[in-house]
């Protein structure tokens, strides 16, 4: 295997003409922290941003910040915290649930859309990405949006490269919005709920007027053996107070709830985040997303057919971690006969290599969508060397 690591957009633009010249498919690494997600491909190449490291932009009174794209993801958050700001979005680490090593990158963030439990209430990684610098398929570079939020005619590249997955492109930078961090984080918890009434509970705290940042339900067996139904509010100390004593009012037909704050609290919402309770097992891992009412009808669905499948909600209810045996198609047709009807999707985020290779790791597309990305992707990659196949066969 041949790792490109340049230091350079420059040199980063040769290397991409070079093997366009060949034809020889191409594999794009940041931290190497998901190499084990999307389809399996066949490759001898691979072009790092291992050398592309650097925060070129920081501007806390504008709430912005740019760094190349091979930066580690922990230093722009330590950056960041030195000034009692943060990325909105609360990015996810797969290392515990892939099983993986290496460092995020922040590049490897926008191109992943990596999201995690303030998406519900702050956006994902796309709604704060407002630049990039991209190689296309041609070893141009490309630059997209710039460092304030604006209205945007035509294209939209940002939003289009981001959740991409390196396969329209090599990002060399990328510029997002940032937010202050709150005085104080604090968790609700009620425990012992059943699944409906839990994401009912969840779906009126977040119509609330209380505003909860986020919102997750763990089944019993996940974590803890009861059930819990967990909240958390973000703000100054009197509001948390204050919001707090509210939403146990209002949901006191449930019981009390238990307030926790601190190294509970944070590490609660990591394994919530980084879907850790299903780490080192071998179980396949499955993100489905649908509407929030519509969880406990698909999770119920899919029990029937597999019955040892466990999973857990956040966003309110409207994503779901499951995990299944990695036996056969790891439960896929089960999975996707249950949600179809809900109007949901699914991805395939952890499986053996000879099951994402025979099954569609992300949700299928029809056949019109299919032809927009195909022609999304020649207009990005003519030659088809970035990730070929990665996302959906053929692409």
């Given at each position: 295997?041949?790792i490109?690591?340049p230091?350079?957009e420059?040199q980063a633009?040769?290397?991409v003409?070079?093997i366009?010249a060949?034809?020889?498919?191409?594999?794009?690494?940041g931290?190497?922290?998901?190499s084990?997600?999307?389809?399996?491909?066949?490759?001898?190449?691979?072009?790092s941003?291992?050398?592309?490291?650097g925060?070129?932009?920081y501007?806390?009174?504008?709430m912005?910040?740019?760094?190349r794209?091979?930066?580690?993801?922990?230093?722009?958050?330590?950056?960041?915290?030195?000034?009692?700001?943060?990325l909105?979005f609360?990015p996810?680490?797969?290392?515990?649930?892939?099983?993986?090593?290496?460092e995020?990158?922040?590049?490897?963030v926008?191109?992943?859309?990596?999201s995690?439990?303030?998406?519900?209430?702050?956006?994902?990684a796309?709604?704060?990405l407002?630049?990039i610098?991209?190689?296309?398929?041609?070893g141009?570079?490309?630059?997209?949006?710039?460092?304030?939020m604006?209205?945007?005619?035509g294209?939209d590249?940002?939003?289009?490269v981001?959740g991409?997955?390196?396969?329209?492109?090599?990002?060399?930078?990328v510029?997002?919005?940032?937010?202050p961090?709150?005085?104080?984080?604090?968790?609700?918890?009620?425990?012992?709920?059943?699944?409906?009434?839990?994401?009912?509970?969840?779906?009126?705290?977040?119509?609330?007027p209380?505003?909860p940042?986020?919102?997750a339900?763990?089944?019993?067996g996940?974590?803890a053996?009861?059930a819990?139904?967990?909240l958390?509010?973000?703000?100054?100390?009197?509001?948390i107070?204050?919001r707090?004593?509210a939403l146990?009012?209002?949901?006191s037909?449930?019981?009390q709830?238990q307030?926790?704050?601190g190294?509970?609290?944070?590490?609660?919402?990591a394994?919530?985040?980084?879907?850790?309770?299903?780490?080192?097992?071998?179980?396949?891992v499955?993100?489905?997303?649908?509407?929030p009412?519509?969880g406990p009808r698909a999770?119920?669905?899919?029990?029937?057919a597999?019955?040892?499948a466990?999973?857990?909600?956040?966003w309110?209810?409207?994503?779901?971690w499951?995990?299944?045996?990695?036996?056969g198609?790891?439960?896929?047709?089960?999975?996707?006969?249950?949600?179809?009807?809900?109007g949901?999707h699914?991805?395939?985020?952890?499986a053996?290599?000879a099951?994402?290779?025979?099954?569609?790791?992300f949700?299928p597309?029809?056949e019109?969508?299919?032809?927009?990305?195909a022609?999304?992707?020649?207009?990005?990659?003519?030659?088809?060397?970035?990730?070929?196949?990665?996302?959906?066969?053929?692409?």
């Amino acid at each position: 295997m041949t790792i490109h690591t340049p230091t350079t957009e420059a040199q980063a633009c040769a290397v991409v003409a070079s093997i366009v010249a060949t034809g020889i498919p191409l594999s794009i690494r940041g931290g190497g922290t998901r190499s084990g997600l999307g389809r399996p491909i066949q490759v001898v190449s691979t072009l790092s941003s291992a050398g592309l490291t650097g925060i070129t932009l920081y501007e806390p009174a504008e709430m912005v910040i740019a760094a190349r794209a091979g930066t580690p993801l922990s230093l722009v958050q330590e950056t960041l915290a030195e000034r009692g700001q943060m990325l909105p979005f609360e990015p996810m680490d797969h290392r515990p649930l892939l099983g993986t090593t290496g460092e995020p990158t922040i590049g490897a963030v926008a191109a992943g859309n990596i999201s995690g439990p303030r998406r519900i209430n702050a956006g994902a990684a796309r709604d704060s990405l407002i630049g990039i610098r991209l190689i296309n398929g041609r070893g141009e570079a490309i630059k997209s949006g710039g460092r304030v939020m604006k209205n945007v005619t035509g294209l939209d590249l940002v939003k289009l490269v981001a959740g991409s997955h390196g396969t329209l492109g090599f990002l060399t930078e990328v510029t997002f919005r940032v937010l202050p961090k709150p005085e104080r984080i604090a968790t609700l918890t009620w425990q012992g709920l059943a699944d409906d009434a839990a994401i009912a509970l969840l779906s009126a705290a977040l119509g609330s007027p209380f505003e909860p940042m986020a919102a997750a339900h763990l089944p019993a067996g996940i974590g803890a053996e009861h059930a819990r139904t967990v909240l958390r509010l973000e703000n100054f100390s009197d509001s948390i107070d204050y919001r707090g004593k509210a939403l146990a009012e209002l949901f006191s037909r449930n019981g009390q709830p238990q307030q926790s704050e601190g190294s509970a609290s944070e590490a609660l919402w990591a394994e919530i985040r980084d879907a850790s309770f299903f780490a080192g097992t071998q179980e396949a891992v499955w993100r489905l997303s649908l509407a929030p009412g519509n969880g406990p009808r698909a999770t119920a669905a899919i029990a029937r057919a597999v019955p040892q499948a466990r999973w857990f909600y956040d966003w309110g209810g409207g994503l779901v971690w499951l995990a299944v045996p990695a036996e056969g198609d790891a439960g896929a047709a089960a999975i996707r006969a249950a949600i179809r009807p809900l109007g949901g999707h699914a991805t395939l985020v952890r499986a053996p290599d000879a099951v994402r290779a025979a099954v569609p790791v992300f949700e299928p597309l029809s056949e019109p969508l299919m032809r927009v990305s195909a022609g999304i992707k020649q207009s990005f990659d003519p030659a088809g060397i970035f990730e070929p196949g990665r996302m959906y066969a053929g692409i």
